[in-house]
């Protein structure tokens, strides 16, 4: 199994940009959560979802960040516009079902807005 | 809602040293214990999880870590740490059931070991 697979790995994009973080969770896994990790406020779950549907989005930061699951194996996190604050690294992590909680990371992208 | 404590931010240690890492939990109900390691540049990995039955979890790499219900804790620790134990450690706690079931991160403490 080729675990979560992120894309792209790194990302530096101009202010105002609009930037796409893409995740292809592991076959199987129905649910998935996206987090980001910053030095100042570690790692917090921005949404996550259950069987393609978003469950709880209370962790996104602003309505200029949005996320899709249009299937069972994509994910995607959109900024728009993006700010320099924005930049972190986003992991994204899948899990099988609803009664088996340990979750699998991706290697994460790291976006640097300028 | 439930969240994770974790007391050390940075912790310095030299190699053979002991490690004990704190990390307090708040949430009432049934919970599943989780300590994640993320090494330079790398992905988080499961070090080890608490699910139910004996209190004290042994994982990967001489790590265990002890579950006291009535203290909300769940403290890791190694009695002798390496060099290639330098990274950083987050303890996550997941609550709740079925679909409002979500894994929640303390912020996480970076251990350092020198030679």
């Known amino acids: 199994d080729a675990g979560v697979i992120q894309s792209p790995r790194h990302e530096v994009t101009e202010m105002g940009q609009e930037v796409t973080l893409r995740c292809k969770p592991i076959?199987?896994?129905?649910?998935l959560f996206w987090y980001r990790q910053t030095m100042m406020r570690g790692l917090e779950l921005l949404i996550y979802?259950?069987?393609?549907?978003?469950?709880?989005d209370s962790g996104m930061p602003e309505d200029r960040f949005s996320a899709k699951m249009p299937n069972a194996s994509f994910s995607t996190l959109k900024i728009q516009p993006s700010e320099p604050r924005d930049s972190a690294v986003y992991f994204c992590?899948?899990?099988?079902?609803?009664?088996?909680?340990?979750?699998?990371f991706g290697q994460g992208t790291r976006l640097t807005v300028v | 809602a439930q969240s994770v404590s974790q007391h050390n931010h940075h912790v310095i240690l030299s190699e053979a040293a002991s490690l004990e890492l704190g990390c307090n939990y708040s949430?009432?109900?049934?919970?599943?214990l989780f300590w994640y390691v993320q090494y330079p540049g790398q992905h988080l990995q499961l070090l080890l999880k608490?699910?139910?039955?004996?209190?004290l979890v042994k994982g990967i790499k001489g790590f265990e870590a002890e579950f006291i219900k009535s203290k909300f804790s769940f403290n890791l620790r190694k009695p002798s740490v390496q060099w290639s134990d330098t990274a950083e450690y987050f303890c996550?706690?997941?609550?709740?059931?079925?679909?409002?079931?979500?894994?929640?991160f303390g912020t996480g403490t970076r251990l350092q070991v020198t030679l």
């Open positions: 992590a899948s899990r099988p079902g609803q009664g088996w909680v340990e979750a699998f």
């Open positions: 076959s199987g896994h129905n649910s």
């Open positions: 979802f259950n069987n393609n549907v978003p469950i709880d």
């Open positions: 949430y009432g109900g049934t919970v599943n």
């Open positions: 608490y699910f139910s039955g004996d209190p």
């Open positions: 996550a706690v997941n609550a709740g059931t079925g679909t409002a079931s979500k894994l929640t």
